[in-house]
């Protein structure tokens, strides 16, 4: 089930969000976040929205989500997503994706715009893909992975509204 995340569901969210931001294989986050300093990173505010995958009382995985920019930027969503990796391989990062893409079609974002993949994070990229996302580039050495040293970030692209006419010349 994916629900709306309450504060109350912060304290069991954190262990796994640090643990993955400590990994560094996904997440640019500063690895020495307090509860508090990371939840604000989180736990978005409106028009924004932090969401839990939960089985019973145990959550699975965390999105946030909410437009991509303020403004003339705000028909563009966006979103994160973590997954506790002791609960990885059930699908909960593809019910979280499906979610969110739906959530942003239900909202009338136009398009969904993810501003850094990491490249060498296939399992994410090739979610991304099957969901219909495409990559638009690949800014180079901009993410500096633990195995792999510095490595692109994909950034990807799903529209909402349909096929884009192509432009007149």
Do not use: C
């Not at 993955?20 to 736990?43: C, F, K, N």
């Not at 920019?69 to 994706?97: K, M, Q």
């Not at 692209?157 to 884009?164: C, K, N």
């Amino acid at each position: 089930m994916i629900r709306d995340a309450e504060d109350a569901d912060w304290p069991a969210i954190y262990p796994f969000f640090i643990e993955i931001v400590a990994a560094g294989h996904s997440y640019a986050y500063p690895e020495d976040l307090t509860l508090d300093q990371a939840r604000g990173l989180w736990m978005e505010a409106p028009p924004g929205r932090t969401v839990v995958a939960v089985d019973g009382s145990t959550v699975l995985g965390s999105a946030k989500m909410g437009p991509n920019r303020p403004g003339r930027g705000a028909h563009v969503a966006t979103a994160s997503f973590i997954v506790d990796p002791a609960h990885g391989g059930r699908g909960v990062g593809r019910h979280l994706g499906e979610h969110v893409v739906d959530w942003a079609r239900r909202s009338g974002y136009r398009s969904i715009q993810f501003n850094a993949v990491v490249e060498t994070n296939e399992v994410a990229v090739r979610l991304w893909r099957s969901l219909g996302f495409e990559v638009l580039a690949t800014v180079p050495e901009a993410f500096d992975h633990p195995e792999h040293g510095l490595v692109g970030l994909h950034v990807m692209f799903l529209g909402l509204a349909g096929p884009v006419a192509p432009a007149e010349s």
